[in-house]
């Protein structure tokens, strides 16, 4: 995951251009990731971040070590993120944990106008499959009793990105 993060930061760190000048840039990051980390660390009166996780463990994780940053909010209900206010919403293998009813479709709406989507996700595999498989939710999107991971290929998510 770190490689990920490291990879989607480079990428983004390209279209600063592109980012507000005048006020501070609004970033949401849907699930921890150590892409936190590098965002964090930007100037702080540069980049304001809101980091939505809810998974428990990760949660106190994130918030345990993103506390010294004063740029950076971490929240644990999807309910609490402003709509139409995110310059830039990014996920490093989070989309497939989205929150319990948070959609693509959702991820949009919390786009101010202009603003821009990046995410990298990991390919399936049978390895992941076996080694998350214990959680319950790994499998919710099976199909008549056949297993299907959380994990989607990327003309899955380019189709759902379309629809969104």
Do not use: Y
Request: proline residues 5%; glycine residues 6%; neutral net charge.
């Amino acid at each position: 995951m770190r490689k990920a993060s490291e990879q989607l930061w480079r990428s983004l760190a390209k279209t600063k251009t592109a980012w507000p000048r005048h006020r501070t840039l609004r970033v949401l990051q849907i699930c921890d990731a150590p892409l936190a980390d590098l965002i964090a660390a930007e100037n702080a009166g540069q980049v304001e971040l809101v980091v939505l996780e809810e998974a428990a463990g990760s949660l106190d994780r994130a918030r345990r070590r993103l506390a010294s940053f004063a740029n950076v909010t971490v929240l644990d209900v999807a309910s609490q993120v402003p709509a139409g206010i995110f310059d830039l919403i990014v996920s490093a293998h989070g989309l497939h944990r989205l929150p319990a009813g948070f959609t693509l479709e959702g991820i949009r709406s919390l786009l101010a106008p202009a603003g821009f989507f990046a995410a990298i996700e990991p390919l399936p595999s049978l390895f992941k499959d076996i080694a998350f498989g214990f959680d319950p939710a790994w499998f919710a999107k099976s199909i008549d009793g056949f297993p299907i991971g959380a994990l989607q290929s990327g003309e899955h998510w380019l189709n759902d990105l379309s629809r969104a």
